[in-house]
């Protein structure tokens, strides 16, 4: 019942290339930049990419982000174990008075 | 480096109100939007709303907060700048308002390149039980 749309699973090998897909409509992503946040278990969610494709210091170059239309993506390439978490999008919505909406997340399990 | 740290009671009874305290370890907090964000237990995250700081008085009250409209009409936040904190209460709970509540600070614009939730507490379970 997420605003955003995120596939509930994904998974990969070490040293493989991972996507996560989120999708919206024009009154979010279609109109708006997204962000991705990477959450462990029992902690709180950490800011991983802002504005459909830029890294806060601190995060490695494997991870990217990109939009298209009322879609976005994150790729995780070179895979390491440590990148098993869930992985969130989020946009403002115009819709209303406007508001912030969030995928319902991706688990990233490392195989 | 900004450290947050989310205050406040674990259970709170249904119909009750729900009161929660954010204290920010920053030099000012003007300039900035203040927000909660709440995530259901297993579930993904929901943004609760915000409140701008403008820096003129030690109490930001009204004319700069935005609200989820799902919980708009039971909801306020506050920013005391004089004590480094700000505040949440939701009103008339349920079981549905069990989840961990995250405070956070949004960057908006200007020098932050940008729309996000940059800096976040670690969360504190708010169980909603009689």
């Known amino acids: 019942q997420s605003v955003l749309t995120q596939p509930p699973s994904a998974s990969g090998t070490p040293g493989q290339r991972v996507t996560i897909s989120c999708s919206g409509s024009?009154?979010?992503?279609?109109?708006?930049?997204v962000n991705w946040y990477q959450q462990f278990p029992g902690t709180a969610p950490k800011l991983l990419i802002y504005?459909?494709?830029q890294r806060p210091s601190g995060v490695p170059d494997r991870f990217s982000g990109s939009k298209s239309g009322t879609s976005a993506s994150l790729a995780i390439s070179g895979l390491q174990s440590e990148d098993e978490a869930d992985y969130y999008c989020?946009?403002?919505?115009?819709?209303?008075?406007?508001?912030?909406?969030f995928g319902g997340g991706t688990r990233l399990t490392v195989l | 480096q900004v450290q947050l740290q989310e205050s406040g009671p674990g259970v709170v009874k249904p119909s009750e109100t729900l009161s929660l305290t954010c204290s920010v370890s920053?030099?000012?907090?003007?300039?900035?939007?203040w927000s909660w964000i709440r995530q259901p237990p297993g579930k993904g995250l929901e943004w609760i709303g915000y409140?701008?700081?403008?820096?003129?008085?030690?109490?930001?009250?009204?004319?700069?907060?935005n609200y989820n409209p799902s919980l708009k009409s039971r909801v306020f936040i506050s920013v005391d700048s004089s004590k480094s904190q700000f505040s949440l209460t939701l009103r008339s709970v349920t079981a549905a308002d069990t989840a961990v509540y995250y405070c956070?600070?949004?960057?908006?614009?200007?020098?932050?390149?940008?729309?996000?939730?940059?800096?976040w507490g670690q969360g504190t379970l708010v169980t909603v039980s009689s």
């Open positions: 989020a946009a403002w919505d115009d819709s209303l008075n406007g508001l912030w909406v």
């Open positions: 024009s009154s979010n992503i279609g109109s708006n930049s």
């Open positions: 409140m701008f700081h403008r820096g003129s008085t030690s109490m930001s009250y009204s004319g700069s907060t």
């Open positions: 504005t459909n494709n």
């Open positions: 920053v030099g000012s907090m003007s300039g900035y939007y």
């Open positions: 956070a600070r949004y960057c908006s614009g200007g020098t932050c390149y940008g729309y996000y939730f940059d800096y």
